[in-house]
């Protein structure tokens, strides 16, 4: 309901209107730890965040994942990344969390090992989600340089990075330069328009991030 309509004010002074806004991206995690714990269960904030970031903010679609792992995670228990793994679909060693600590490391060979796995598995990690998500984190990079020295807490806010996985964005920052960060985002629009067509490219989405992930980790 348009809170801006006069019935909706009219309403607002001689009854009650509830408002469920959306979840915003990064406060799914949070909200996946709470409704685990509702259910009795736990699940560290790694899990937590590699889930939310895998099934998108349809808190539906996450309900009806989360509850499925706590049917098969006794009272007590925890839901670990092989549970995620054998239920959900995501793999523990080649999904976008472990892409970017191979790019913040510039680990090349494992980054093109789950490059290749990506491309032989295309209809479960499009070239233009993964390109979207890593223009997302070089722009944290970004601002690691940019935000300078600040108490973690506070950094962690204004970057909307997990404080857990702060530690890794500095790190990786520290891996790259500004410029250098900010070439790697053109490479990556440029990619994502080939996987688009543009451009006269003919290679497949694998194909284009290998190529893609040499260029922006190789100095």
């Known amino acids: 309901m348009d809170g801006r309509k006069s019935f909706s004010k009219s309403v607002a002074k001689t009854g009650t209107v509830f408002t469920s806004d959306k979840l915003?991206?990064?406060?799914?995690?949070?909200?996946?730890?709470?409704?685990?714990?509702?259910?009795k269960r736990r699940i560290a904030p790694a899990e937590a965040h590699l889930l939310s970031e895998h099934l998108g903010a349809d808190l539906g679609k996450v309900t009806m994942e989360v509850e499925k792992l706590c049917l098969v995670t006794e009272e007590g228990g925890t839901i670990t990344a092989d549970i995620v793994q054998r239920y959900v679909g995501i793999s523990k060693d080649h999904n976008i969390f472990e892409l970017q600590n191979a790019i913040g490391n510039r680990d090349r060979v494992k980054a093109l090992r789950i490059a290749k796995h990506y491309g032989q598995d295309a209809k479960n990690h499009p070239l233009p989600v993964t390109v979207a998500t890593l223009n997302g984190?070089?722009?944290k990079l970004v601002l690691m340089h940019t935000l300078g020295e600040r108490p973690p807490q506070e950094l962690a806010?204004?970057?909307k990075v997990p404080p857990?996985?702060?530690?890794?964005?500095?790190?990786?920052?520290?891996?790259?330069?500004?410029?250098?960060?900010?070439?790697a985002q053109h490479l990556l629009r440029t990619c994502d328009l080939r996987s688009k067509g543009m451009g006269g490219s003919s290679a497949e989405e694998g194909e284009l991030l290998q190529e893609l992930l040499i260029r922006v980790i190789d100095p």
Request: charged share 25%; aromatic share 20%.
């Open 24 to 39: 915003k991206d990064e406060q799914l995690p949070d909200w996946v730890q709470r409704y685990v714990t509702h259910h």
């Open 137 to 139: 984190y070089f722009t």
């Open 157 to 159: 806010s204004m970057a």
């Open 164 to 183: 857990f996985f702060l530690n890794d964005y500095r790190s990786a920052a520290r891996n790259y330069s500004l410029d250098h960060l900010l070439r």
